[in-house]
């Protein structure tokens, strides 16, 4: 039988304020065990918390990005569960009013636009990290992590297959680094995703029995678990069985699901508005000054790109497709404003070493100005094409400028033309005899008049002015 997916996904991503949400402490990933963290962030009862605006603020950020209407007003509830990573036994979160309702967020397959719809988005707080000491038998717990904000995402089942979610995840990551507000770095966990899935036929009228696959932390393994549970769930239907509603846990190593326990329900966590926390009140005031904040975002710079600087599609979207990226195109840009140049350049040969392990977007051995410069080079014939990917080698081995190494590897293209003159009338006057064969007709020893000279102005001037001298010189 075949089905068709039916997939919802929450993502939960930390908010890059510097302190957490409900305390003064440090909200920077890492740090020794345990070193950032008060009782109110280690969950101990009894503590009160103090809700910080920037993580509404950044909230609100992520929900105009992603074409959310934004409550004016919110509040702040307790989710009640039992588990050590927050030991006073619930989670600070939002159910009844979120910060950010409805929105909509496009992706795009193979040139086909697609729109996933988004029921939510609300403010939590991150639980302590856990760590499992199968050896001696015992559970650490890291409350570092404890108290960082998070925002929740949640669609609406709009996602039909792996390769959907997968684009979605990577429009989600770079919506919310163009707004600043998420590092998405997904190895450090400042991304997570629960994928809901269940099957459908083309006949049925209602959505399948659906499972909630918890915490996946990188796209492959989003990809994984989806293909995984649509033939583990296929199996099922086909053999007559019923898909429990249930919570599952992927294993990275063997590429499985497995039952984690029964589908909480809402009514479940007990949920009530938590009586420390005073309610969100948000003017339109409010709204606009956070809207004007916002930067730039990637469809705005797409459209920057390919309207104002006449590059391709595919070209625009390479460059929009990592911040990091587009952002230093535009740096290099207000340096050497040759944006088709810059454009490739970027893409053939710096995102080429990048690639390669070569260097990182995060942390590049030189300046957008530093880069711009030797493009400029490039086009203006100071050094010839080639030597500009030998000279971008170089600066990202030795750091050294772009024009020092030029001058120091001979790669600069002086372009002295009295010197071309005399040193192309002397070999001239050497090979008198080869002239007189080419006025006599015989044009193909241009060719070898032309390697002659070339191989004495090494440096001094391009193939090009030589060609253009000697044709001159021997009309
Ligand atoms: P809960 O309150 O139990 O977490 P929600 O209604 O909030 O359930 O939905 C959680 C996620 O599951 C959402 O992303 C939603 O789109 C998705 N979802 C809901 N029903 C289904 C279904 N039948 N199949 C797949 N995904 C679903
Ligand atoms: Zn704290
Ligand atoms: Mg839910």
Do not use: W
Request: with cysteine; charged share 30%.
């Amino acid at each position: 039988m075949s089905y068709i997916p039916v997939i919802g996904l929450e993502i939960h991503a930390e908010l890059l304020t510097n302190s957490k949400i409900f305390c003064s402490c440090s909200a920077e990933f890492g740090g020794e065990q345990n070193t950032r963290c008060c009782p109110g962030c280690s969950s101990m009862p009894g503590t009160l918390p103090v809700l910080n605006q920037t993580a509404v603020k950044y909230a609100i950020k992520a929900g105009l990005a992603m074409n959310c209407d934004i409550n004016k007003f919110s509040v702040f509830d307790r989710k009640n569960y039992f588990y050590p990573d927050l030991p006073k036994a619930y989670q600070i979160s939002q159910l009844y009013f979120p910060i950010c309702v409805n929105g909509n967020i496009p992706i795009n397959i193979d040139g086909k636009e697609k729109n996933i719809r988004l029921n939510r988005i609300h403010i939590e707080e991150d639980a302590g990290k856990l760590m499992h000491d199968d050896f001696n038998g015992v559970s650490l717990i890291d409350f570092n992590r404890g108290g960082i904000p998070l925002i929740e995402i949640v669609t609406e089942p709009d996602i039909n297959s792996s390769e959907e979610a997968k684009a979605f995840v990577e429009q989600v990551s770079l919506l919310l680094q163009y707004t600043g507000v998420c590092s998405c770095k997904m190895e450090q966990g400042a991304l997570r995703c629960d994928v809901n899935i269940s099957l459908m036929k083309s006949t049925d009228t209602e959505f399948g029995t659906r499972v909630e696959i918890k915490n996946l932390n990188s796209l492959k393994s989003i990809v994984r678990a989806i293909e995984y549970e649509i033939k583990r769930q296929a199996r099922l239907l086909d053999n007559g069985d019923r898909v429990v509603q249930e919570t599952r846990r992927f294993n990275d190593n063997h590429g499985d699901t497995k039952s984690m326990r029964s589908k909480e329900d809402a009514h479940d966590y007990r949920y009530f508005p938590d009586p420390d926390i005073p309610q969100v009140n948000l003017s339109d005031e409010d709204l606009e000054a956070i809207r004007a904040e916002l930067p730039e975002l990637p469809n705005k710079r797409l459209e920057r790109y390919i309207n104002e600087y006449d590059l391709s599609k595919t070209d625009a979207q390479i460059i929009v497709n990592q911040k990091t990226v587009s952002d230093f195109y535009d740096e290099t840009l207000k340096e050497y404003n040759n944006p088709k140049s810059v454009s490739n350049f970027v893409i053939v040969e710096l995102l080429r070493r990048v690639n390669l392990g070569e260097i990182s977007m995060d942390n590049l051995p030189f300046s957008a100005k530093d880069f711009a410069t030797l493009i400029e080079m490039a086009d203006t014939d100071k050094v010839s094409k080639n030597d500009a990917k030998k000279i971008l080698r170089l600066m990202i081995e030795t750091g050294k400028s772009s024009l020092d190494i030029a001058k120091e590897n001979g790669f600069l293209i002086v372009s002295d033309m009295s010197k071309v003159d005399e040193i192309i009338t002397m070999v001239l006057s050497e090979n008198a005899e080869a002239v007189e064969q080419y006025k006599n007709g015989e044009t193909k020893v241009f060719g070898f008049l032309m390697g002659q000279c070339t191989k004495k102005l090494k440096g001094v001037c391009t193939p090009k002015v030589i060609k253009e001298t000697l044709e001159a010189k021997l009309k």
